[in-house]
C-alpha cells in the first residue's frame, strides 16, 4: 500500500467546541490518516497568517493543502477569508470548505459564486457532525489528489513579480 501524503488542513473555527469536536473525531476515527490541522480563531488571524513576512534562516511556511472555514466569525466574517484566498495567485487552487452553522440559501449561493468548493452545515447532533467531519476528511485526503501545496517564497497576500504577464 502506498503511503498517503501529509494533508494539512487550515481550521478557521472559533467554537472551541467545534474546534476540539472537529479535532477528536480525526484523531480517534482516523488515527492513521496523516492529517496536520492547524487552526485560527478569526479573520483577522488568519489574514495575518497568510500575509506573516519570511523569517531569515527558516524555511517559507507551507501553505495548507485544504482550508476548513466557518462564516461566522468574530469581526470579520469567514466571506473575508474566501475573498482573500480567491484573489491570491498561490492560493487560487487551494480547495476551501465552508462548514457553518448557516444554512441560509443566500450564504450557501454566495460562497460557491466566490469560490467555496464546497458547503457544509454544521449539525447540532454529534453523530451527524461526526459524519461530516469523517465524509470531508475522507474525501479530501483519500479519494481526490490535490496538486502539491509547496513553501511560499514571501508573504502569501503579496503579489508575485510579473503578475498580468502573459507567458
Not at 465524509?135 to 510579473?162: F, H, I, M, T
Request: hydrophobic share 40%; glycine share 6%; net charge negative.
Amino acid at each position: 500500500m502506498t503511503e498517503l501524503p501529509l494533508s494539512s488542513f487550515l481550521i478557521v473555527e472559533d467554537s472551541d467546541e467545534d474546534y476540539a469536536a472537529l479535532e477528536r473525531i480525526v484523531r480517534r476515527v482516523r488515527p492513521g490518516l496523516p492529517v496536520h490541522l492547524q487552526r485560527c480563531v478569526s479573520a483577522e488571524q488568519v489574514l495575518m497568517l497568510l500575509n506573516a513576512p519570511l523569517v531569515p534562516g527558516r524555511p517559507p511556511p507551507e501553505l495548507p493543502a485544504v482550508i476548513v472555514l466557518d462564516l461566522n466569525l468574530p469581526g470579520l466574517n469567514g466571506k473575508v477569508v474566501l475573498q482573500a484566498v480567491r484573489q491570491h495567485p498561490r492560493l487560487k487552487r487551494t480547495p476551501v470548505v465552508i462548514f457553518s452553522t448557516s444554512s441560509n440559501p443566500k450564504d450557501i449561493e454566495w460562497c460557491y459564486e466566490h469560490g467555496a468548493n464546497s458547503y457544509h452545515v454544521k449539525q447540532t447532533d454529534y453523530a451527524a457532525f461526526k459524519r461530516a467531519v469523517e465524509l470531508l476528511v475522507d474525501y479530501w485526503v483519500e479519494a481526490v489528489r490535490l496538486p502539491p501545496y509547496p513553501g511560499l517564497q514571501g508573504s502569501l497576500l503579496e503579489k508575485p513579480d510579473g503578475e498580468g504577464k502573459t507567458e
